[in-house]
């Protein structure tokens, strides 16, 4: 039940070694860096410091609480991160795979639109845009309306 | 009321700096927003369009009309796109 934020590269099988144990169903999910059809070269990640941590460890708790969890894992990586290279992972266990897959999706949901993270992309000129939210991640979120992780949602 | 200002992302640059110390007698964020916009032209710039503008009080979201009350970290940032 850990929720972390890191510069370093994570090795899932080492993650996921221990995780979990009595558990009837583990979920994973890793998000990995997209090329674009080559226009991208890396990702810069920006995050805020201090909230972050407590944003993802409230979010972690609340799926947890809704969904039965008995264990839970997530990791977000900040800073430069290469085309190819992992950005973050869940991790989910629950006795029955129902509820892991469905806490491992909320917590997606969470974490896209609630988590104070930032992307700019890295072309092969520099710096480019800033990544803009999507409307999709804000109605995926909607359809777990009725509870909040945040008193302001 | 003495509160930190911290600014993130394109918030950031278009400010020109992470964060500042601001005096303030705002009851409010957006009375808050409005006293920020008048300091200059990064200011204004950066806070034209409340739509793509969120805020944490103290590390936690809350809208424009939240007062500010005890607050002493107030941060202002993009829509996230973490994930």
Same mark, same amino acid.
């Given at each position: 039940?850990?929720?972390?934020?890191?510069?370093?590269?994570?090795? +899932?099988? /080492?993650?996921?070694?221990?995780?979990?144990?009595?558990?009837?169903?583990?979920?994973?999910?890793?998000?990995?860096? !997209?090329?674009?059809?080559?226009?991208?070269?890396?990702?810069?990640?920006?995050?805020?410091?201090?909230?972050?941590?407590?944003? +993802?460890?409230?979010?972690?708790?609340?799926?947890?609480?809704?969904?039965? +969890?008995?264990?839970?894992?997530?990791?977000?990586?900040?800073? !430069?991160?290469?085309?190819?290279? /992992?950005?973050?992972?869940?991790?989910?266990?629950?006795?029955?795979?129902?509820?892991?897959?469905?806490?491992?999706?909320?917590?997606?949901?969470?974490?896209?639109?609630?988590?104070?993270?930032?992307?700019?992309?890295?072309?092969?000129?520099?710096?480019?845009?800033?990544?803009?939210?999507?409307?999709?991640?804000?109605?995926? +979120?909607?359809?777990?309306?009725?509870?909040?992780?945040?008193?302001?949602? | 009321?003495?509160?930190?200002?911290?600014?993130?992302?394109? =918030?950031?640059? #278009?400010?020109?700096?992470? #964060?500042? #110390?601001?005096?303030?007698?705002?009851?409010?964020?957006?009375?808050?927003?409005?006293? =920020?916009?008048?300091?200059?032209?990064?200011?204004?710039?950066?806070?034209?369009? =409340?739509?793509?503008?969120?805020?944490?009080?103290?590390?936690? =979201?809350?809208?424009?009309?939240?007062?500010?009350?005890?607050?002493?970290?107030?941060?202002?940032?993009?829509?996230?796109?973490?994930?």
């Amino acid at each position: 039940m850990t929720a972390r934020v890191q510069t370093d590269a994570f090795d +899932l099988g /080492q993650e996921m070694a221990g995780f979990g144990q009595g558990a009837g169903a583990i979920v994973t999910f890793s998000g990995l860096v !997209r090329d674009e059809g080559g226009r991208l070269v890396a990702l810069e990640i920006e995050h805020y410091p201090g909230m972050t941590e407590k944003a +993802l460890d409230a979010y972690g708790r609340e799926a947890a609480a809704r969904f039965g +969890l008995t264990d839970w894992r997530i990791i977000h990586r900040h800073g !430069r991160l290469q085309a190819g290279e /992992q950005i973050m992972m869940v991790a989910t266990a629950a006795r029955h795979r129902a509820a892991a897959f469905e806490a491992a999706e909320y917590l997606m949901d969470w974490l896209k639109s609630r988590a104070p993270f930032w992307k700019r992309e890295i072309t092969a000129e520099g710096p480019g845009d800033w990544v803009e939210a999507k409307g999709a991640d804000e109605d995926a +979120l909607a359809r777990w309306q009725g509870t909040s992780c945040n008193p302001a949602d | 009321m003495v509160v930190d200002v911290l600014y993130f992302a394109w =918030l950031r640059e #278009r400010v020109g700096q992470a #964060r500042e #110390r601001v005096e303030t007698g705002a009851g409010t964020v957006r009375e808050l927003v409005a006293e =920020l916009a008048a300091k200059d032209e990064w200011h204004a710039a950066a806070l034209s369009d =409340l739509s793509a503008v969120r805020v944490a009080l103290d590390q936690e =979201l809350a809208d424009l009309d939240a007062p500010i009350a005890n607050a002493r970290e107030i941060a202002f940032f993009p829509p996230m796109t973490g994930g």
